[in-house]
């Protein structure tokens, strides 16, 4: 059984940039791209239902998304979950059945956030050239000359309850950030560290003048947006 989804490259200008970011070929082997769903995995309903904390997706509700493969095709209109505890897609085929790929994604890009880069996921495979990149998912928060990401790691624990006969599992979210430049990727949690990395006159000085804000990841993003504007 084949599962064939349409594509349309011209009509996403992220989904264009980011293939340009992750693989300048790819675009030439795009076209009309099939997910062999007889080569995946069934995933049973209600896998999940003993979790009563927390979560193990990125996106808690299926999100139309491309997905790109290792060998450069593109899989486009797909209802897409990422999986960050085992680091797995999952997806519905045309039956509506749930579905973990067994093909080896580099990068997922969700359809409904148009030139938005955190509506990207990207692993190792798309940061082959990067040393030490860990494994795993991580959302692209800001592309160019350097490259911020988000790296979400999740952790289940099984909890049992005071006077509790039955075992339940609770899904824990830690966040790292991680900024690619230069061939290296490194751990970033302020602006400073950010500044340092890059040594950018300019840069110290933008941060400078943010000193007494509050260190979010928007002020992250932003900072490696400045850069990047350079």
Same mark, same amino acid.
């Given at each position: ?42 995933? #049973? ?35 897409? @979950? ?5 680091? /797995?897609?999952?997806? %519905?085929?045309?039956?509506?059945? #749930? ?13 409904? +956030? ?12 798309? %940061? ?10 991580? /959302?692209?928060?800001?592309? *160019? @000359? ?39 990727? +490194?751990?970033?949690?302020?602006? *400073? ?9 300019? %840069? ?6 943010? $000193?007494? $804000? @509050?260190?979010? +990841?928007? /002020?992250? @993003? ?9």
């Amino acid at each position: 059984m084949q599962h064939l989804f349409p594509f349309n490259l011209a009509g996403c200008c992220l989904l264009a940039g980011l293939l340009t970011f992750v693989n300048t070929q790819a675009q030439n082997k795009a076209g009309r791209p099939v997910i062999m769903t007889l080569n995946d995995r069934h995933v #049973e309903p209600g896998v999940w239902e003993k979790v009563v904390e927390g979560s193990p997706f990125f996106n808690s509700s299926w999100r139309p998304a491309a997905l790109l493969l290792s060998n450069g095709v593109v899989v486009e209109q797909v209802p897409v @979950k990422v999986n960050l505890l085992d680091n /797995q897609i999952h997806y %519905l085929d045309s039956a509506g059945r #749930e579905m973990v790929t067994m093909h080896e994604v580099k990068s997922v890009i969700f359809l409904d +956030e148009a030139n938005d880069t955190s509506a990207v996921l990207v692993n190792r495979l798309a %940061l082959s050239k990067a040393a030490a990149v860990p494994d795993g998912w991580m /959302q692209l928060l800001s592309k *160019g @000359k350097a490259t911020l990401l988000k790296r979400m790691m999740k952790q289940d624990v099984e909890v049992k309850g005071y006077g509790a006969s039955t075992v339940v599992t609770h899904i824990n979210t830690t966040t790292q950030y991680l900024l690619l430049f230069d061939g290296r990727i +490194e751990k970033v949690q302020t602006l *400073g560290d950010i500044a340092d990395l890059l040594e950018s006159a300019s %840069l110290s000085t933008w941060v400078a003048k943010q $000193r007494g $804000r @509050k260190q979010s +990841e928007e /002020q992250l @993003k932003a900072a490696v947006d400045y850069f990047n504007s350079l």
